[in-house]
C-alpha cells in the first residue's frame, strides 16, 4: 500500500509524491500537514490525496513453467 498527495496550482499538475514515498498512514499524515501549510488554497493551490493498494499471488513455479505463454 502507499499514499499519493497530489498538488494543482491553479487548475494545472504542480507535483505529485512518488509512489515510493508514503508507505504507511504516519508518514502520509506528516507530509500531508505539512504541504497544506506549504501550498494553502489562498495562493491558489488544491490539495488531494490517494490510497493504493498492491496485490501479489505465489506462483507454483512448475505450473508456470509448463504454461504457454
Keep these: 500500500m502507499y499514499y499519493e498527495i497530489l498538488v494543482v496550482k491553479n487548475g494545472r499538475h504542480y507535483f505529485a509524491t512518488a509512489e515510493r514515498s508514503l508507505t504507511d498512514f504516519?508518514?502520509?499524515k506528516v507530509v500531508l500537514k505539512d504541504?497544506?501549510?506549504r501550498f494553502p488554497e489562498s495562493e491558489g493551490y488544491e490539495?488531494?490525496?490517494s490510497e493504493y493498494y498492491r496485490e501479489g499471488k505465489q506462483?507454483?513455479?512448475r505450473e508456470?513453467?509448463?504454461?504457454?505463454?
Design 59 to 61: 506462483l507454483n513455479i
Design 35 to 37: 504541504i497544506t501549510k
Design 47 to 49: 490539495i488531494s490525496a
Design 26 to 28: 504516519h508518514a502520509f
Design 64 to 69: 508456470a513453467l509448463l504454461k504457454d505463454g
